[in-house]
């Protein structure tokens, strides 16, 4: 599986930006996606994960009602809404991506396969 993130950019704190996440290579039907995020000086913590065939979602709390994670089955991508951006969301933004064979939500680095590279968000006045 491959993964192509694009969509970051700069942003004024209470702006909006949309992160896309183009995937080609394998079948992936069954799979998690999520997306990630590293600020400077940071470990990379989760965000957001959807699952491509059922299409819950689940989301970190410090972005739970801001952020929406969606798919587009045809185009084989997942998206993140980003809204009420504040200087705390800054960081590069990475989409990545898990077979199935976990229980309960992935949240964590190690439980991902493959990783997209990533995009950079930067919320400043």
């Known amino acids: 599986v491959q993964l192509q993130a694009s969509g970051g950019g700069f942003v004024q704190p209470g702006g909006s930006l949309r992160l896309s996440c183009a995937a080609s290579g394998s079948t992936f039907s069954a799979y998690t996606l999520g997306w990630f995020r590293q600020a400077p000086g940071k470990e990379r913590e989760f965000v957001a994960a959807?699952?491509?065939?059922?299409?819950?979602?689940y989301y970190a709390d410090s972005v739970k009602g801001r952020f929406t994670i969606s798919r587009d089955n045809a185009k084989r991508a997942i998206y993140l809404q980003m809204n009420s951006l504040n200087p705390e969301d800054t960081a590069v933004y990475y989409c990545?991506?898990?077979?199935?064979?976990?229980?309960?939500?992935?949240?964590?680095?190690?439980?991902?396969?493959?990783w997209g590279q990533g995009t950079l968000v930067t919320v400043s006045s």
């Open positions: 959807i699952r491509w065939i059922a299409g819950d979602t």
């Open positions: 990545a991506s898990r077979s199935p064979g976990i229980a309960g939500w992935p949240t964590r680095v190690g439980h991902y396969q493959y």
